[in-house]
């Protein structure tokens, strides 16, 4: 009887904090430096949601070791809803490389919501005699080993996602990888390399003035940025996409209550019109989800890179 009674004593707080969640700010850890994409983004809805919670949130940014040194630091953290992390498609990749980590995604970490993505363009320099994917596959074909691309570094989206776009297509190329996606678009206008894979951000101001050419976009629409310019999806990929995102994590063990008031609350915010015209600013879409649904778009994302690193059989440098 004594036993029951205690049990109940002791789960007693945890209810109450429950019940008044959240009366304290809260830590947005961000695994990127200020001022990038991720940053930007996260700061937005840390703005919304302080706003909508009437608590204070507020992002700490912790660079380092592709977002894995912000994801230890919250796999750590109490699960009490406080403390939650800002992932991106790199921390799935470190897994899919079999990358020592100090936490385990799935198990240490529980998915939340999703926040935005953005999709890649495939660019090329303006004398590559292609101006639509077919054309391009077709190059491509018909100049096996002899077409170079660009990466960000080896084991990024930017390296494997032109590798599954290539495998997909029985195409072949050299990869060349930079220290970052800048070199490798400095790279492709300057007509070192043939084409590469970008963000839009990095892509719009070249295209306009016409530096570079956008042979097509990697997400499953077309962005009313560059309407004129057609999805893998659309025109000889039917159903391919390839993003960079960017979603919300928690501790695991964190209450589902917890879970489900923090998801409700960054789902309001991804709706609002405001949010969705900053959020366009950056080249990004809201794209809120349930934490069941984001919890599975990891799995599909870590079975789908963890295949492409199996069978091409490349490694980090």
Do not use: C
Not at 136 to 148: A, L, Q, R, V
């Amino acid at each position: 009887m004594w036993g029951i009674v205690a049990t109940f004593s002791a789960l007693a707080p945890v209810a109450a904090a429950q019940e008044g969640y959240p009366s304290s700010p809260l830590r947005m850890v961000v695994g990127f430096p200020p001022g990038g994409t991720v940053d930007v983004v996260s700061r937005l809805l840390a703005q919304k949601l302080t706003k909508q919670l009437s608590v204070n949130i507020f992002v700490d940014n912790k660079p380092g070791a592709s977002g894995n040194i912000a994801a230890e630091v919250v796999a750590g953290a109490r699960p009490d809803g406080y403390t939650v992390l800002v992932n991106t498609p790199a921390v799935v990749l470190s897994v899919a490389f079999g990358e020592k980590l100090g936490y385990d995604l799935m198990k240490d970490l529980t998915p939340t919501a999703m926040i935005s993505s953005v999709p890649y363009l495939i660019v090329t320099h303006p004398s590559m005699p292609v101006n639509t994917p077919a054309e391009f596959i077709s190059h491509i074909k018909t100049n096996p080993d002899k077409t170079s691309y660009g990466s960000g570094g080896t084991g990024s989206t930017t390296h494997l996602g032109p590798l599954l776009f290539l495998l997909a297509n029985g195409l072949s190329a050299v990869h060349v990888p930079y220290k970052g996606g800048v070199p490798a678009m400095n790279d492709v206008v300057g007509g070192r390399i043939e084409f590469s894979l970008q963000s839009m951000p990095a892509v719009l101001p070249l295209a306009k003035d016409k530096r570079i050419k956008v042979i097509a976009m990697t997400g499953l629409t077309r962005s009313p940025l560059l309407s004129d310019v057609p999805t893998l999806a659309e025109s000889v990929m039917p159903g391919f996409e390839i993003s960079t995102w960017n979603g919300v994590m928690a501790p695991a063990r964190t209450p589902a209550t917890i879970i489900r008031r923090l998801n409700a609350e960054i789902v309001k915010a991804l709706q609002d019109v405001d949010m969705k015209q900053r959020l366009e600013q950056e080249s990004a879409t809201a794209s809120s989800s349930s934490p069941e649904e984001y919890g599975a778009y990891l799995r599909s994302e870590l079975a789908r890179w963890s295949k492409v690193v199996k069978t091409t059989g490349v490694k980090l440098e």
